[in-house]
């Protein structure tokens, strides 16, 4: 196989940035200016270290931490890839996964992982209320277009909305749900947003390699009042698939 | 030694959820209610393994993966404490590091490693300018106490503040260099934050290890008419000390 014409990569070996760094980035460059375009092959090992007089090693690692960065995804026995750009998410809008994966046209879905009334201290202290109230636990599986792209926990005040658990998710949107059966309308959240790397679990079930970076998200989401706390959700966002977009002002 | 009384951890051997991860979760919420306080001893391995008559790999893996989340540090030889929270940082305001950690009573301080005029067609074109434009670029190991916290790369429209690269960024903060000596006013930033993992240059910088979690964040920053960009800033943050906070408004 031939290498690809138009990828000749500036290498400088006066440079002191590392060589699989220069190559790293050169290979980003093509990929984000869109000389590279998503499912293209991008060059193996072995044609890296050919035609740029590198080691193995180099190559290798270059690709290894493209694949880390998710700009490309290799198959087996087949080469690598370029990857999907990542889904743009904005941090303005209290929205729901259903509406965001709707709004890009893409299919929400969910495999219902648990659905339950539970007690827990920990998350009545997050909101700020009794120790004695009970939730509708539900955990699911967020699916884009059959893809798992999301670990999302809600804890929701069963006070009000009971019988919550008893509604089937795999189609439906908890937000309408809230609106439609209960009438409750929400007013605003409060989100931390955190790094992590994936455990074993999380891996498993994301499709993802132990270790790799995730988006780990905890919202607090209020009624329209503004102020009675309704829900308390702990979600990790593939890392490799999501970025986060925010506009700041200056004061 | 003997174990902390208060530390009488809730274990469910008949739960769906691995042990580890119970006993990981139980630590955590220990942490985050102050019952186990920054820098206080939390007990060992061999502690766990005995008290809770669990494997010695099951008390490994919720400790490593407690540290990997930034809950706990390890120190060589004398077993593992409680980590400070982490700085919480708002996502609303454009702010510098200087800033923020002066809000923090914390001294800002840097590491400059670069400051130099470069050409760089990547960032013209995300800042959506010809790519025959000078940028003075300017990367910085970004202390608060003394402590690394992120790694930051500027680049800066030389024509905007030329000379800029002259001047000691160890002590001073580019924004207001840019306010005195150019009279330049920003107005807003667009960002975008991810999560990612530490390559070896950023870990060995950054006093972390290689694959710990990091938030890398992307910026692009206008002047006080709001069009006009004079900034590309990538920055790497640890994610063992960083936590993103946002607010969110229901449409």
New interface residues.
């Given amino acids: 196989m031939t290498m690809n014409r138009k990828l000749v990569l500036p290498i400088d070996r006066g440079s002191p940035l ?1 060589i699989y ?1 220069q190559l790293k980035e050169a290979l980003k ?1 093509q990929i ?2 869109g000389a590279l375009k998503p499912h293209e092959r991008v060059p193996s090992e072995r044609e890296l270290e050919e035609a740029y007089h590198i080691s193995r090693m180099t190559a290798r690692r270059a690709l290894e ?1 493209l694949e ?2 998710g700009y490309i995804y290799r198959a087996q026995g087949k080469g690598s890839f370029v990857a999907e750009p ?1 889904i743009r998410q904005g ?5 729901s996964f259903t509406e965001d994966m709707r709004e890009r046209g893409m299919r929400a879905g969910a495999r219902v992982l648990r659905a339950e009334v539970v007690s827990d ?2 998350v009545a ?1 997050k909101l700020g209320i009794g120790s004695g109230e009970e939730f509708v636990m539900l955990q699911r599986l967020r699916l884009a277009d059959g893809e798992p792209m999301a670990l999302e926990t809600s804890y929701l005040r069963r006070r009000f909305c009971p019988g919550l658990e008893g509604h089937d998710f795999t189609d439906r949107s908890l937000y309408s749900t809230l609106q439609e059966e209960y009438g409750l ?13 994936a ?1 074993g ?1 999380e891996a498993e079930l994301l499709g993802v390699k132990p ?6 998200m905890e ?1 607090i989401t209020y009624l ?1 009042d503004g102020q009675t706390p309704i829900e308390y959700v702990r979600s990790i966002y593939r ?1 490799d698939r ?10």
Same sequence: chains 1, 2.
């Fill in positions: 590392p760094y460059q984000e200016s931490e880390a960065e990542k941090l303005l809008w209290l929205t201290e920990r202290r309308r929400l007013g605003r959240a409060e989100q931390a947003v955190e790094a992590k790397v455990d679990f270790g790799a970076p995730m988006l780990s919202r329209d890392g999501y970025k986060l977009y925010v506009e700041l002002k200056r004061r």
